[in-house]
Structures are given as C-alpha cells and as structure tokens.
T-cell receptor, first 109, second 114 residues
Framework: GQNIDQPTEMTATEGAIVQINCTYQ??????LFWYQQHAGEAPTFLSY??LDGLEEKGRFSSFLSRSKGYSYLLLKELQMKDSASYLC??????????WGAGTKLIIKP | DVKVTQSSRYLVKRTGEKVFLECVQD?????MFWYRQDPGLGLRLIYF???????EKGDIPEGYSVSREKKERFSLILESASTNQTSMYLC?????????????FGNGTRLTVT
C-alpha cells in the first residue's frame, strides 16, 4: 500500500527553527508537495520538490531524498503566524496525489 | 491568482436529505477534485474530473456522486446524507496535462449531518 508518515504534532518557540519530517512509500514518484493549512482554512501551496536537494524560499526550505523516501520542511525565524498544520503530499506514478495526515505546529512565545 | 469558490462555508443537514456542494474555479483549469478532511486521516479523495462531463472515482466514492456540466463548476452530491458524512469538504483545481501542478483549494464547506 501507499503511505506517508508525518509527526502528528510539534511545538517550537517563536524565533527558533523547526524541521518537519515526511517519509513516504508510494508506487512511483513524480514529485512532493508541502502545503500549509491554518485552522478552518484551505491548504495553501508552499513548495514542490521533484529532484534531490534543498529548495529555499524565504524563511521556508524543503529538502528531498528520493533514495530514502524522505523529505523535510524547514521553517526558520518562526513567527506566531506559522502556527498551522503542514501537509506533505506525493504524486505517485499515475500522478495521483497521496496525502499525509499533516503535522500540527504549535508556536509558543 | 486562482480563485476556487465553494458555495457554503457551513451547512447543517438532516439524515436522509439530499445535499449539494458547489464549487467554481475561475482559471480555466481542466482538473477538479473533491476531498473530505477528517482529523488524523488527512485528505481523502472522493471524486475527480479531468474534463467536462468526465468523472473518476477516488478512494472513497461510496455515498457520493458528482456532476461537471461546465468546465468551471464541479458539484458534489450526497444522495442521502448520513451522520458519517459529517466532515470538512474541500474542492480543488489544477491545470491539465501530466506535469505535476499544485492544487488550488477552496475555503471548504464544513458539513454537519444530524
């Protein structure tokens, strides 16, 4: 079966750095997405990785290792507004999106 | 910016009622999707459509049907609502083709079936 694993919940301090991990086992791979979802709102696109390595976009970076079936989202200089759920999703060989259950990130002052 | 609009933010329906959830996108996207989101389960695909009048079952189609008569509109229908269909429903769209494109989501409809 296809599976994506993420931690259920993480807590971090304002101004700090946090890394949210995602491991996947899917039938094929055509890219990995990270989305942010604030409570009661729609998911919004953060990043897309299809090749190994680090993609940096401001305070957010996303890393991919296809050989390990592993990705992480790195958030720097955390702000209170970063409190949200972070969803990892993988396109499989048929371009079907497989979703993780999401990681709820709590930021404390 | 792509805008995906869902007709209702909150709905309360009774068991056995027929329920229509409407979704409209304004960017001429070929692909449209209906998901439900429940705590701890992540997003689960109900139905999707790659073209007008075309529909494909997702992972959990039972108890649901869809309609896509126009490219911009994708409707989800609960033929006879049940309490286990209480959930957050999210509509999304993306451009066509095989290239991986991010989904653009509507704000969701929180449906309660009593």
């Amino acid at each position: 079966g296809q599976n994506i694993d993420q931690p259920t919940e993480m807590t971090a301090t304002e101004g700090a750095i946090v890394q949210i991990n995602c491991t996947y086992q899917t039938s094929g791979f055509n890219g990995l997405f990270w989305y942010q979802q604030h409570a009661g709102e729609a998911p919004t696109f953060l990043s897309y990785n299809v090749l190994d390595g680090l993609e940096e976009k401001g305070r957010f970076s996303s890393f991919l290792s296809r050989s390990k079936g592993y990705s992480y989202l790195l958030l720097k200089e955390l702000q209170m507004k970063d409190s949200a759920s972070y969803l990892c999703a993988v396109f499989d060989s048929n371009y079907q999106l497989i979703w993780g259950a999401g990681t709820k990130l709590i930021i404390k002052p | 910016d792509v805008k995906v609009t869902q007709s209702s933010r909150y709905l309360v329906k009774r068991t056995g009622e027929k329920v229509f959830l409407e979704c409209v996108q304004d960017m001429d996207h070929e692909n449209m999707f209906w998901y439900r989101q429940d705590p701890g389960l992540g997003l689960r695909l109900i139905y999707f459509s790659y073209d007008v009048k075309m529909k494909e079952k997702g992972d959990i189609p039972e108890g649901y049907s869809v309609s896509r008569e126009k490219k911009e509109r994708f409707s989800l229908i609960l033929e006879s609502a049940s309490t286990n269909q209480t959930s957050m429903y999210l509509c999304a769209s993306s451009p066509g083709g095989t290239e991986a494109s991010p989904l653009h989501f509507g704000n969701g409809t929180r449906l309660t079936v009593t």
